[in-house]
DNA sequence: GAAACGCATTAGGTACGATGAATACAAGAG
DNA sequence: CTCTTGTATTCATCGTACCTAATGCGTTTC
C-alpha cells in the first residue's frame, strides 16, 4: 500500500512474495538466484538482497549448493506487515481474514481494558470524536466515511493501551476493517448496535472503568466474527 | 538462539541490530553504507544485504544523499523474533517482558479455548503428558526440567488452537518463560497453584471445556503478571 | 525575497571474477 | 556387500570496480 517497489528489489518483492505466500512455490521448492535474476532481468546484487528479506521474513532459507528453498506455511513469520498484506492480496485471504479477526478479538479487549487506565484526557477526547464521527456517518452509505473514523477509533484504542506490542496492530486493524468495506460484502449501512457500542466504549474508557470497556470490546469483536461466520462458512 | 550469524551479513546484524534495539543510535541518527562496510570490514555488497533485512524490521529507513536514518521505536516491526531477541538482550529487558507478557495474558486464554473445541486426541495425550512432566519436576530444584514441560505445554495449547497467528507466539513465550528462570530471580520451586491450574487446563482442553479452559489459562497469566510486579515496579 | 539552477554527495544498480561450502557420486578398504 | 573416503560439481557467497540516479543544499538570478 504505502511501500511501493522501492528500489528493484522492493519490485522483485512485489512479484516473489505473493507468488511464495499464495502457495505458488510448494514448500521445498528451490529456486536459483541466478534463474530468478535472469527472470526478473536484474542483476544477481539485487536479487541477493530480495532473498535477504524473504528470508528473514522465514520465508525462504538459502543454503549452498541447493539453492533457495521455500519453507513450510508453518514457519512464515505472519506478524510481518509485509507478509500479511501479501497474504490478504492473494487467494487464503478468507482464511487470513479469519486469522486475524480472531486475533482481535483476543488483543482488544485486553487493550480496551488498559486504555480505560491508561490513556490520556487527549486519547480520550480523539475517542469520542472518532465515535461521533462514527454515529454521524452510519446513516445514507457514507461507507468510506464510517471506515476512517472506525479505524482511527481502534488506532487510538490500542495506542492507549501503552503497550507497544498492541500499538503496532493498529495497521493490522486498519487492513481488516478496511477489507471488510472494500472487498467483501458489506451491509448498506453499519449494524447500528455497533455503533453504539462504540459510542459506550468510549465512555468506558473517558470514565477509566476497564472491566466495562474490555466486556464492549468482546462484544464489537464476537460481533466482527459472527459476521466473518455468515460470509464464510 | 538458532540463527547465528550465518553469512557474512549476518554477523553485521547481530552486531547492528542490537545496537539500534539498544538505542545507541537515537532515531533520525543517520549511518552511511560506505562507514558502516569500513567499520565491519565487508564489502558494500554484503553491507546492504544488512540494510535491506533492518529496513524490512522498520528499524531504519535508506533514502538516497541522505543515508541510511533510524526510525522511531514506534515504527519499528516489534513481533519480528530477531527485533524481540535483540531487545530482550538488551538494556530495556524488562519493558519488553512485561509488553510480552501482557500479549501473553490477552492471547493464550482465547488460544486455549480455541484447543478446548479443536484439539486432537493426540494434541490432549501430548498436553497431559507436558502437565504430568510439570508435576513431576515441580519439587526438588529442577528448574530446567520444568521449564522444558512448561515450554512444551503452551506450545501445545498454541498450536492446538488451530490459528496460525497464536502457533507462531510458541517461541515468544518460550523465549519469555525461558528467560523467567534464567535471567530473573526464579523461586526456587514453581509455585505449586500454578502446577495445579496447568493439569486442571489440560484436563478442561480434553473434556472440551472451552469456557473452563480460557478462565484457567487467564488465572495463570494473571499469575505470570502478578509474579512480574513483584520483580519489577 | 523567492524561485531557478548546478553541484556535491550518497544510495542504487550492474558486471564479473574469485572463493568456499555442501552435496552427489565414485572409488577404495574392510 | 557395506561403509568410509576422496573428488568433482554446483551453487551461494563475497569482493571489486565502475556507472547511474536522485536529492539536499548552496548559489545565482530575477
Known amino acids: 500500500m504505502t511501500t511501493g ?14 507468488a511464495i505466500t499464495a502457495g505458488d512455490y510448494p514448500p521445498g521448492s528451490v529456486l536459483r538466484t541466478d534463474e530468478l535474476a ?4 536484474v542483476s544477481r546484487s539485487v536479487m541477493r538482497e530480495a532473498v535477504r528479506v524473504l528470508e528473514s521474513m ?6 549452498r549448493r541447493v539453492g533457495v528453498t521455500v519453507r513450510p506455511k508453518s514457519e512464515w513469520n505472519v506478524y510481518d506487515p509485509q507478509v500479511i498484506r501479501w497474504r490478504l492480496a492473494g487467494a487464503d485471504r478468507p482464511h487470513q481474514l479469519r486469522s486475524l479477526t480472531v486475533l482481535r478479538s483476543a488483543i482488544e479487549p485486553v487493550a480496551a481494558g488498559l486504555a480505560a487506565r491508561h490513556a490520556t484526557a487527549e486519547q480520550c477526547a480523539e475517542l469520542t470524536e472518532c465515535a461521533l464521527g462514527m454515529v454521524a456517518t452510519s446513516r445514507g452509505h457514507q461507507l468510506e466515511g464510517y471506515l476512517v473514523h472506525d479505524v482511527a477509533f481502534h488506532r487510538v484504542i490500542l495506542k492507549a493501551s501503552g503497550n507497544e506490542m498492541f500499538a503496532r496492530l493498529g495497521d493490522v486493524v486498519a487492513e481488516v476493517l478496511s477489507g471488510r468495506t472494500h472487498h467483501d460484502v458489506m451491509f448498506e449501512d453499519p449494524d447500528p448496535a455497533a455503533v453504539t457500542l462504540h459510542v459506550q466504549l468510549a465512555e468506558a474508557v473517558r470514565e477509566g472503568d476497564a472491566a466495562r470497556a474490555e466486556r464492549l470490546t468482546r462484544e464489537i469483536t464476537a460481533g466482527a466474527l459472527q459476521e466473518l461466520d455468515v460470509l464464510a462458512p
Chains 1, 2 share one sequence.
Not at 9 to 18: F, M, Q
Not at 58 to 63: A, H, Q
Open 5 to 18: 517497489g522501492r528500489g528493484l528489489h522492493g519490485h522483485v518483492l512485489e512479484t516473489l512474495g505473493p
Open 38 to 41: 535472469q527472470r526478473f532481468e
Open 58 to 63: 522465514y520465508l525462504v532459507e538459502s543454503r
